[in-house]
Protein backbone atom coordinates (compact mmCIF):
# COMPACT_ATOMS: atom_id res chain seq x y z
CA UNK A 1 0.00 0.00 0.00
CA UNK A 2 1.00 3.69 -0.81
CA UNK A 3 2.36 5.93 2.12
CA UNK A 4 2.19 8.94 0.43
CA UNK A 5 1.52 10.83 -2.54
CA UNK A 6 4.03 12.40 -4.91
CA UNK A 7 1.59 13.28 -7.72
CA UNK A 8 2.15 16.67 -9.07
CA UNK A 9 -1.17 19.35 -7.78
CA UNK A 10 -2.61 22.16 -8.05
CA UNK A 11 -5.90 23.74 -6.50
CA UNK A 12 -8.05 25.91 -9.08
CA UNK A 13 -9.66 28.21 -6.24
CA UNK A 14 -12.30 31.27 -6.69
CA UNK A 15 -12.81 34.66 -5.03
CA UNK A 16 -16.14 33.66 -4.98
CA UNK A 17 -18.85 31.20 -6.93
CA UNK A 18 -19.73 31.73 -10.61
CA UNK A 19 -16.10 33.00 -11.65
CA UNK A 20 -15.14 30.52 -13.92
CA UNK A 21 -13.48 27.74 -12.02
CA UNK A 22 -15.56 24.71 -13.72
CA UNK A 23 -14.53 26.18 -17.18
CA UNK A 24 -11.10 26.92 -16.38
CA UNK A 25 -10.42 23.34 -14.77
CA UNK A 26 -11.83 21.80 -17.54
CA UNK A 27 -10.18 23.67 -19.89
CA UNK A 28 -6.75 23.11 -18.00
CA UNK A 29 -7.84 18.91 -18.06
CA UNK A 30 -8.12 19.16 -21.65
CA UNK A 31 -5.01 21.17 -22.86
CA UNK A 32 -2.77 18.56 -20.41
CA UNK A 33 -4.44 16.02 -21.61
CA UNK A 34 -3.91 17.08 -25.44
CA UNK A 35 0.02 17.07 -24.14
CA UNK A 36 -0.55 13.55 -23.93
CA UNK A 37 -0.92 13.48 -19.96
CA UNK A 38 -3.24 11.54 -17.59
CA UNK A 39 -4.78 13.83 -15.65
CA UNK A 40 -6.89 12.93 -12.48
CA UNK A 41 -9.64 15.53 -11.28
CA UNK A 42 -11.18 16.43 -7.64
CA UNK A 43 -13.42 19.12 -6.38
CA UNK A 44 -14.00 19.98 -3.42
CA UNK A 45 -16.99 19.91 -0.86
CA UNK A 46 -20.02 17.39 -1.73
CA UNK A 47 -20.91 18.57 -5.02
CA UNK A 48 -22.01 15.79 -7.87
CA UNK A 49 -22.58 18.59 -10.98
CA UNK A 50 -19.20 20.07 -11.61
CA UNK A 51 -17.37 16.57 -11.11
CA UNK A 52 -19.56 15.15 -13.78
CA UNK A 53 -18.09 17.83 -16.47
CA UNK A 54 -14.60 17.63 -14.96
CA UNK A 55 -14.55 13.82 -15.43
CA UNK A 56 -15.93 13.58 -18.75
CA UNK A 57 -13.22 15.94 -19.85
CA UNK A 58 -10.77 13.49 -18.27
CA UNK A 59 -12.26 10.26 -18.98
CA UNK A 60 -11.61 9.27 -15.06
CA UNK A 61 -14.14 9.53 -12.38
CA UNK A 62 -13.62 12.96 -10.49
CA UNK A 63 -13.21 12.63 -7.26
CA UNK A 64 -14.60 15.07 -4.00
CA UNK A 65 -12.42 15.86 -1.44
CA UNK A 66 -14.20 17.06 1.42
CA UNK A 67 -12.82 17.68 4.93
CA UNK A 68 -15.58 17.72 6.77
CA UNK A 69 -17.21 14.77 5.99
CA UNK A 70 -14.23 12.71 5.44
CA UNK A 71 -11.62 13.95 7.91
CA UNK A 72 -7.87 14.77 7.16
CA UNK A 73 -6.73 10.85 6.95
CA UNK A 74 -9.70 9.44 4.69
CA UNK A 75 -9.41 12.64 2.33
CA UNK A 76 -5.77 11.99 2.08
CA UNK A 77 -6.60 8.47 0.75
CA UNK A 78 -8.99 9.45 -1.34
CA UNK A 79 -6.52 11.85 -2.67
CA UNK A 80 -4.15 8.23 -3.24
CA UNK A 81 -6.78 5.96 -4.54
CA UNK A 82 -8.10 8.74 -7.23
CA UNK A 83 -4.02 9.86 -8.51
CA UNK A 84 -2.92 6.63 -9.18
CA UNK A 85 -1.91 6.50 -12.90
CA UNK A 86 -2.12 9.91 -12.98
CA UNK A 87 0.32 12.73 -14.25
CA UNK A 88 -0.72 15.73 -12.66
CA UNK A 89 -3.84 16.25 -10.42
CA UNK A 90 -5.83 19.38 -11.21
CA UNK A 91 -8.22 20.06 -7.86
CA UNK A 92 -11.42 22.63 -8.36
CA UNK A 93 -12.62 24.39 -5.48
CA UNK A 94 -15.69 24.91 -4.22
CA UNK A 95 -17.27 28.96 -3.54
CA UNK A 96 -14.95 31.02 -2.86
CA UNK A 97 -10.86 30.09 -1.17
CA UNK A 98 -11.96 30.14 2.46
CA UNK A 99 -15.57 29.52 2.17
CA UNK A 100 -16.10 26.15 4.71
CA UNK A 101 -18.93 24.97 6.96
CA UNK A 102 -21.42 27.92 8.41
CA UNK A 103 -19.38 30.99 9.37
CA UNK A 104 -15.87 28.68 9.61
CA UNK A 105 -13.30 27.59 6.91
CA UNK A 106 -14.02 23.76 7.78
CA UNK A 107 -14.16 21.92 4.54
CA UNK A 108 -13.25 25.34 2.56
CA UNK A 109 -11.12 25.29 -0.26
CA UNK A 110 -8.23 26.60 1.71
CA UNK A 111 -8.53 23.27 4.25
CA UNK A 112 -8.45 21.37 1.61
CA UNK A 113 -5.39 22.61 0.07
CA UNK A 114 -3.58 22.67 3.24
CA UNK A 115 -4.11 19.01 3.91
CA UNK A 116 -3.37 17.74 0.88
CA UNK A 117 -0.16 20.25 0.50
CA UNK A 118 -0.86 21.87 -2.65
CA UNK A 119 -0.41 24.96 -4.61
CA UNK A 120 -3.09 27.41 -5.03
CA UNK A 121 -4.15 29.25 -8.32
CA UNK A 122 -6.58 32.25 -7.42
CA UNK A 123 -9.12 32.52 -10.43
CA UNK A 124 -10.53 36.13 -10.55
CA UNK A 125 -13.18 37.49 -12.95
CA UNK A 126 -12.13 40.39 -14.34
CA UNK A 127 -14.86 41.56 -16.42
CA UNK A 128 -16.08 44.15 -14.24
CA UNK A 129 -12.91 45.51 -12.76
CA UNK A 130 -9.51 46.47 -13.70
CA UNK A 131 -6.66 47.54 -11.39
CA UNK A 132 -9.54 46.58 -8.53
CA UNK A 133 -8.32 42.87 -8.70
CA UNK A 134 -4.96 43.57 -7.52
CA UNK A 135 -6.62 45.11 -4.33
CA UNK A 136 -8.82 41.36 -4.50
CA UNK A 137 -5.34 39.33 -5.32
CA UNK A 138 -3.17 40.95 -2.57
CA UNK A 139 -6.28 40.57 0.60
CA UNK A 140 -6.51 36.59 -0.64
CA UNK A 141 -2.92 36.64 -0.20
CA UNK A 142 -2.57 38.09 3.31
CA UNK A 143 -5.59 36.67 4.71
CA UNK A 144 -4.59 34.89 7.93
CA UNK A 145 -5.52 31.52 6.73
CA UNK A 146 -4.43 31.41 3.20
CA UNK A 147 -2.76 28.36 2.23
CA UNK A 148 0.08 29.61 -0.65
CA UNK A 149 -1.07 31.46 -3.83
CA UNK A 150 1.01 30.52 -6.47
CA UNK A 151 -0.43 32.87 -8.82
CA UNK A 152 -3.53 34.09 -10.72
CA UNK A 153 -5.72 32.94 -13.44
CA UNK A 154 -7.88 35.95 -14.91
CA UNK A 155 -11.37 35.40 -16.17
CA UNK A 156 -13.27 37.13 -18.97
CA UNK A 157 -11.06 39.64 -19.94
CA UNK A 158 -11.97 42.25 -22.02
CA UNK A 159 -8.67 43.30 -24.41
CA UNK A 160 -4.87 42.93 -24.74
CA UNK A 161 -4.82 46.10 -23.02
CA UNK A 162 -7.68 45.12 -20.02
CA UNK A 163 -4.94 42.08 -19.09
CA UNK A 164 -1.89 43.97 -19.51
CA UNK A 165 -3.46 46.42 -16.83
CA UNK A 166 -4.79 43.91 -14.51
CA UNK A 167 -1.58 41.92 -14.80
CA UNK A 168 1.05 44.72 -14.11
CA UNK A 169 -1.40 45.84 -11.19
CA UNK A 170 -1.52 42.47 -9.59
CA UNK A 171 2.43 41.93 -9.67
CA UNK A 172 3.04 45.68 -8.57
CA UNK A 173 0.55 45.13 -5.43
CA UNK A 174 0.50 42.03 -4.32
CA UNK A 175 3.61 40.45 -5.72
CA UNK A 176 1.61 37.43 -7.55
CA UNK A 177 2.24 36.25 -11.18
CA UNK A 178 -0.51 36.43 -14.03
CA UNK A 179 -0.31 32.46 -14.89
CA UNK A 180 -3.54 32.90 -17.59
CA UNK A 181 -6.12 35.26 -18.47
CA UNK A 182 -8.90 33.62 -20.69
CA UNK A 183 -10.67 36.40 -23.15
CA UNK A 184 -14.92 36.78 -22.66
CA UNK A 185 -16.30 33.95 -24.30
CA UNK A 186 -19.99 33.93 -23.70
CA UNK A 187 -20.22 30.58 -25.78
CA UNK A 188 -18.89 28.95 -23.17
CA UNK A 189 -20.71 29.67 -19.90
CA UNK A 190 -22.76 26.66 -18.51
CA UNK A 191 -26.36 26.94 -18.03
CA UNK A 192 -27.57 27.33 -14.48
CA UNK A 193 -30.37 25.14 -12.82
CA UNK A 194 -31.13 25.70 -9.25
CA UNK A 195 -27.83 27.17 -7.36
CA UNK A 196 -25.76 25.38 -9.76
CA UNK A 197 -24.96 24.12 -13.24
CA UNK A 198 -27.22 22.29 -15.44
CA UNK A 199 -25.99 18.60 -15.25
CA UNK A 200 -23.26 17.50 -17.95
CA UNK A 201 -25.54 14.87 -19.42
CA UNK A 202 -28.41 17.33 -20.44
CA UNK A 203 -25.77 19.60 -22.03
CA UNK A 204 -25.79 18.78 -26.02
CA UNK A 205 -22.82 21.59 -26.15
CA UNK A 206 -20.51 21.01 -23.66
CA UNK A 207 -18.52 18.33 -26.38
CA UNK A 208 -18.23 21.41 -28.41
CA UNK A 209 -17.37 23.35 -25.61
CA UNK A 210 -14.15 21.20 -25.11
CA UNK A 211 -12.15 22.05 -28.12
CA UNK A 212 -13.32 25.44 -28.11
CA UNK A 213 -11.69 25.26 -24.40
CA UNK A 214 -8.84 23.55 -24.75
CA UNK A 215 -7.59 25.15 -27.76
CA UNK A 216 -8.38 28.96 -25.34
CA UNK A 217 -5.95 27.46 -22.76
CA UNK A 218 -3.34 26.32 -24.41
CA UNK A 219 -3.16 29.96 -25.93
CA UNK A 220 -3.45 31.82 -23.08
CA UNK A 221 -2.58 29.97 -20.02
CA UNK A 222 1.13 29.44 -19.04
CA UNK A 223 0.94 25.31 -18.96
CA UNK A 224 4.61 24.55 -18.64
CA UNK A 225 4.99 26.76 -15.32
CA UNK A 226 1.75 25.38 -14.26
CA UNK A 227 3.23 21.94 -14.46
CA UNK A 228 6.74 23.21 -12.92
CA UNK A 229 4.40 24.69 -9.75
CA UNK A 230 2.31 21.46 -9.40
CA UNK A 231 5.59 19.73 -9.28
CA UNK A 232 6.92 21.70 -6.11
CA UNK A 233 3.92 20.18 -4.56
CA UNK A 234 4.58 18.60 -1.02
CA UNK A 235 4.65 15.44 -0.27
CA UNK A 236 1.52 14.10 1.26
CA UNK A 237 1.75 11.23 4.05
CA UNK A 238 -0.85 8.50 4.60
CA UNK A 239 -1.88 7.79 8.00
CA UNK A 240 -2.29 3.79 9.04
CA UNK A 241 -5.53 3.51 8.78
CA UNK A 242 -6.68 2.65 5.52
CA UNK A 243 -9.97 3.47 3.72
CA UNK A 244 -9.60 1.39 0.98
CA UNK A 245 -8.84 -2.24 1.16
CA UNK A 246 -6.44 -2.98 -1.80
CA UNK A 247 -8.60 -6.39 -2.40
CA UNK A 248 -11.69 -7.75 -2.28
CA UNK A 249 -12.46 -9.02 1.34
CA UNK A 250 -12.71 -12.65 0.31
CA UNK A 251 -16.58 -13.51 1.57
CA UNK A 252 -18.68 -14.48 -1.26
CA UNK A 253 -19.56 -11.65 -3.63
CA UNK A 254 -23.43 -10.18 -4.32
CA UNK A 255 -24.77 -8.94 -7.10
CA UNK A 256 -25.95 -5.07 -6.31
CA UNK A 257 -28.18 -3.23 -8.65
CA UNK A 258 -27.42 0.55 -8.44
CA UNK A 259 -29.79 2.87 -10.34
CA UNK A 260 -27.89 4.61 -13.08
CA UNK A 261 -28.97 7.00 -15.74
CA UNK A 262 -29.65 10.67 -16.42
CA UNK A 263 -32.62 11.01 -13.82
CA UNK A 264 -30.44 8.98 -10.84
CA UNK A 265 -26.40 9.56 -10.89
CA UNK A 266 -25.01 10.95 -8.08
CA UNK A 267 -22.88 8.77 -6.90
CA UNK A 268 -19.35 9.27 -5.23
CA UNK A 269 -17.32 6.96 -6.49
CA UNK A 270 -15.69 5.46 -3.60
CA UNK A 271 -18.74 4.49 -2.50
CA UNK A 272 -19.09 1.97 -5.26
CA UNK A 273 -15.26 1.12 -5.14
CA UNK A 274 -15.82 0.39 -1.31
CA UNK A 275 -19.03 -1.64 -2.02
CA UNK A 276 -16.38 -3.68 -4.87
CA UNK A 277 -14.22 -4.49 -2.63
CA UNK A 278 -16.41 -5.18 0.29
CA UNK A 279 -17.49 -8.24 -1.95
CA UNK A 280 -20.40 -6.40 -4.51
CA UNK A 281 -20.42 -6.96 -7.78
CA UNK A 282 -22.08 -3.39 -9.14
CA UNK A 283 -24.90 -3.86 -11.77
CA UNK A 284 -26.24 -1.17 -13.04
CA UNK A 285 -29.68 -0.76 -14.04
CA UNK A 286 -31.71 2.61 -15.57
CA UNK A 287 -35.39 2.72 -13.40
CA UNK A 288 -36.15 4.93 -17.04
CA UNK A 289 -35.37 2.37 -19.96
CA UNK A 290 -35.12 -1.42 -17.86
CA UNK A 291 -37.98 -2.79 -17.15
CA UNK A 292 -36.99 -4.84 -14.48
CA UNK A 293 -34.23 -5.50 -11.26
CA UNK A 294 -31.17 -6.75 -12.77
CA UNK A 295 -31.51 -11.10 -11.94
CA UNK A 296 -30.53 -12.76 -8.83
CA UNK A 297 -29.79 -8.74 -7.16
CA UNK A 298 -29.61 -9.02 -3.70
CA UNK A 299 -29.57 -5.39 -2.77
CA UNK A 300 -30.12 -2.31 -4.64
CA UNK A 301 -28.98 1.04 -4.15
CA UNK A 302 -31.03 4.43 -5.34
CA UNK A 303 -28.72 7.61 -5.44
CA UNK A 304 -29.54 10.72 -5.90
CA UNK A 305 -29.69 12.84 -9.44
CA UNK A 306 -33.24 15.01 -10.86
CA UNK A 307 -36.50 12.64 -11.00
CA UNK A 308 -38.52 15.51 -10.85
CA UNK A 309 -36.79 16.11 -14.51
CA UNK A 310 -37.86 12.96 -15.87
CA UNK A 311 -40.69 12.18 -14.21
CA UNK A 312 -43.52 11.66 -16.68
CA UNK A 313 -40.79 8.50 -18.31
CA UNK A 314 -40.46 7.24 -14.45
CA UNK A 315 -44.28 7.58 -13.89
CA UNK A 316 -45.17 4.90 -17.10
CA UNK A 317 -42.14 2.57 -16.58
CA UNK A 318 -44.64 0.96 -13.88
CA UNK A 319 -42.83 -2.37 -14.91
CA UNK A 320 -39.83 -1.50 -12.96
CA UNK A 321 -42.34 0.12 -10.06
CA UNK A 322 -43.28 -3.62 -9.59
CA UNK A 323 -40.12 -5.25 -9.79
CA UNK A 324 -39.11 -2.62 -7.05
CA UNK A 325 -42.25 -3.08 -5.12
CA UNK A 326 -41.79 -7.17 -5.36
CA UNK A 327 -37.93 -6.78 -4.47
CA UNK A 328 -38.61 -4.86 -1.30
CA UNK A 329 -41.35 -7.04 -0.21
CA UNK A 330 -39.12 -10.46 -0.87
CA UNK A 331 -36.65 -8.59 1.92
CA UNK A 332 -34.20 -7.42 -0.40
CA UNK A 333 -32.25 -4.59 0.73
CA UNK A 334 -33.02 -1.12 -0.52
CA UNK A 335 -31.11 2.39 0.41
CA UNK A 336 -31.97 5.03 -1.00
CA UNK A 337 -30.94 9.02 -0.92
CA UNK A 338 -32.52 11.88 -1.75
CA UNK A 339 -33.79 11.31 -5.62
CA UNK A 340 -34.19 7.78 -4.44
CA UNK A 341 -36.60 8.47 -1.65
CA UNK A 342 -38.14 10.19 -4.15
CA UNK A 343 -38.74 7.64 -7.04
CA UNK A 344 -39.80 5.42 -3.69
CA UNK A 345 -42.62 7.19 -2.92
CA UNK A 346 -46.32 7.03 -3.59
CA UNK A 347 -45.92 10.16 -5.78
CA UNK A 348 -44.48 12.90 -7.19
CA UNK A 349 -46.66 16.68 -7.70
CA UNK A 350 -44.16 18.43 -10.55
CA UNK A 351 -43.92 22.40 -9.55
CA UNK A 352 -46.79 22.57 -12.93
CA UNK A 353 -49.12 20.89 -10.74
CA UNK A 354 -49.83 17.81 -12.05
CA UNK A 355 -48.71 14.21 -9.70
CA UNK A 356 -47.49 10.99 -10.97
CA UNK A 357 -47.38 7.48 -9.59
CA UNK A 358 -43.74 6.44 -8.20
CA UNK A 359 -42.70 3.50 -7.18
CA UNK A 360 -44.97 2.99 -4.44
CA UNK A 361 -42.47 1.70 -2.08
CA UNK A 362 -42.40 4.38 1.06
CA UNK A 363 -46.03 5.30 2.68
CA UNK A 364 -45.18 8.83 1.46
CA UNK A 365 -46.26 11.39 -1.14
CA UNK A 366 -43.83 14.22 -2.10
CA UNK A 367 -44.07 18.16 -3.93
CA UNK A 368 -41.84 20.01 -5.74
CA UNK A 369 -42.71 23.85 -4.93
CA UNK A 370 -40.03 25.79 -6.64
CA UNK A 371 -38.37 26.34 -2.84
CA UNK A 372 -35.33 24.97 -1.86
CA UNK A 373 -35.96 23.38 1.76
CA UNK A 374 -32.47 21.70 2.70
CA UNK A 375 -29.31 22.70 1.93
CA UNK A 376 -26.55 22.35 4.32
CA UNK A 377 -23.67 19.90 5.82
CA UNK A 378 -25.63 17.35 8.39
CA UNK A 379 -24.28 15.25 11.36
CA UNK A 380 -26.83 12.33 11.57
CA UNK A 381 -27.64 9.99 15.04
CA UNK A 382 -28.91 6.07 13.97
CA UNK A 383 -31.80 6.38 15.52
CA UNK A 384 -32.84 2.34 14.91
CA UNK A 385 -30.33 -0.65 13.58
CA UNK A 386 -30.46 -0.44 9.90
CA UNK A 387 -29.32 -1.87 6.85
CA UNK A 388 -26.33 0.26 6.52
CA UNK A 389 -25.05 0.77 10.62
CA UNK A 390 -26.06 0.15 14.03
CA UNK A 391 -28.09 1.93 16.23
CA UNK A 392 -26.22 4.90 18.14
CA UNK A 393 -23.76 5.58 15.69
CA UNK A 394 -22.90 9.09 14.47
CA UNK A 395 -22.35 10.10 10.43
CA UNK A 396 -22.03 13.47 8.73
CA UNK A 397 -23.69 13.71 5.37
CA UNK A 398 -24.99 16.48 3.06
CA UNK A 399 -28.68 17.18 1.95
CA UNK A 400 -29.50 19.97 -1.02
CA UNK A 401 -33.37 19.15 -1.95
CA UNK A 402 -36.12 20.89 -3.18
CA UNK A 403 -38.74 18.51 -2.91
CA UNK A 404 -40.87 18.38 0.47
CA UNK A 405 -42.83 15.22 1.92
CA UNK A 406 -46.68 16.26 1.79
CA UNK A 407 -48.12 13.31 3.25
CA UNK A 408 -46.84 10.36 5.25
CA UNK A 409 -48.35 7.06 6.76
CA UNK A 410 -47.33 3.91 7.77
CA UNK A 411 -44.95 2.09 10.16
CA UNK A 412 -41.65 3.35 8.90
CA UNK A 413 -39.88 4.70 11.75
CA UNK A 414 -37.71 7.98 11.28
CA UNK A 415 -33.87 6.98 10.69
CA UNK A 416 -31.82 9.55 12.06
CA UNK A 417 -32.02 12.18 14.81
CA UNK A 418 -30.58 14.86 12.85
CA UNK A 419 -28.23 17.90 13.68
CA UNK A 420 -26.70 20.97 11.27
CA UNK A 421 -23.12 21.03 11.07
CA UNK A 422 -22.55 23.28 14.04
CA UNK A 423 -24.22 20.37 16.74
CA UNK A 424 -28.11 22.04 16.81
CA UNK A 425 -30.97 19.42 16.74
CA UNK A 426 -33.06 19.95 13.58
CA UNK A 427 -35.27 17.31 13.72
CA UNK A 428 -35.92 13.72 12.65
CA UNK A 429 -34.89 12.47 8.80
CA UNK A 430 -35.10 9.33 6.32
CA UNK A 431 -37.23 6.24 6.87
CA UNK A 432 -35.77 2.88 7.72
CA UNK A 433 -37.40 -0.99 7.76
CA UNK A 434 -35.73 -3.99 8.23
CA UNK A 435 -34.17 -3.89 4.81
CA UNK A 436 -35.04 -0.40 3.98
CA UNK A 437 -33.20 2.92 4.59
CA UNK A 438 -33.94 5.91 2.55
CA UNK A 439 -32.96 9.57 3.49
CA UNK A 440 -33.01 13.02 1.99
CA UNK A 441 -28.94 12.79 2.92
CA UNK A 442 -26.29 12.12 0.94
CA UNK A 443 -23.36 9.85 2.93
CA UNK A 444 -20.19 9.03 1.75
CA UNK A 445 -18.90 5.71 2.94
CA UNK A 446 -15.13 6.47 3.01
CA UNK A 447 -15.97 8.19 6.79
CA UNK A 448 -16.91 4.97 8.13
CA UNK A 449 -16.14 1.70 6.41
CA UNK A 450 -18.74 -0.24 8.91
CA UNK A 451 -21.45 1.70 6.32
CA UNK A 452 -20.50 -0.95 3.52
CA UNK A 453 -19.57 -3.98 5.70
CA UNK A 454 -22.72 -3.78 6.92
CA UNK A 455 -24.54 -3.11 3.62
CA UNK A 456 -23.01 -6.07 1.52
CA UNK A 457 -23.51 -8.47 5.08
CA UNK A 458 -27.22 -8.08 4.64
CA UNK A 459 -27.47 -8.45 0.83
CA UNK A 460 -25.18 -11.85 1.95
CA UNK A 461 -27.56 -12.78 4.47
CA UNK A 462 -30.44 -12.06 2.13
CA UNK A 463 -28.70 -14.14 -0.93
CA UNK A 464 -28.73 -17.07 1.60
CA UNK A 465 -31.73 -17.24 2.65
CA UNK A 466 -33.33 -17.23 -1.05
CA UNK A 467 -30.78 -19.64 -2.13
CA UNK A 468 -31.48 -22.07 0.42
CA UNK A 469 -27.93 -22.23 1.58
Same mark, same amino acid.
Given at each position: ?214 ? &? ?7 ? #?? %?????? /? @?? +? !? ?24 ? &? ?7 ? #?? %?????? /? @?? +? !? ?41 ? /? ?142
Amino acid at each position: MLDEVRTPRLVIAGTASNVGKTILTAGLIAAFKARGLTVQSFKVGPDYIDPAYLAHVSGRPCRNLDSWMLGEGALRQVLAQGALGADLALVEGMMGLFDGRGATSDGSTADVARIIKAPVLLVIDVGSMGESAAAVALGFKNYAESPKIAGVLLNNVGSEGHRRSVEDAIWDTAKLPVLGALRTMPALDIPQRQLGLLPVTENKEWQRMIGVLSE &AVASDVDLD #LL %LRIASK /A @EL +V !PLVPKKVFLGKPDGGPRVRLAVAYDD &AFNFYYPEN #LE %LLEEHG /A @EI +V !PFSPLEDTHLPQDAAGVYLGGGFPEIFVEPLAKNRSMAESIQR /AFANGTPIYAECGGLMYLGRSLRSESGTTYEMADVIPVDVEMDGEIHRFGYRQLLTLEENILSPRGQFYRGHEFHWSRITGHNGGLKPAYQMQNAEGDVIGYEGFVAPNLLASYVHLHFGQNPLLVDKFVQHCREYTAVHSGA
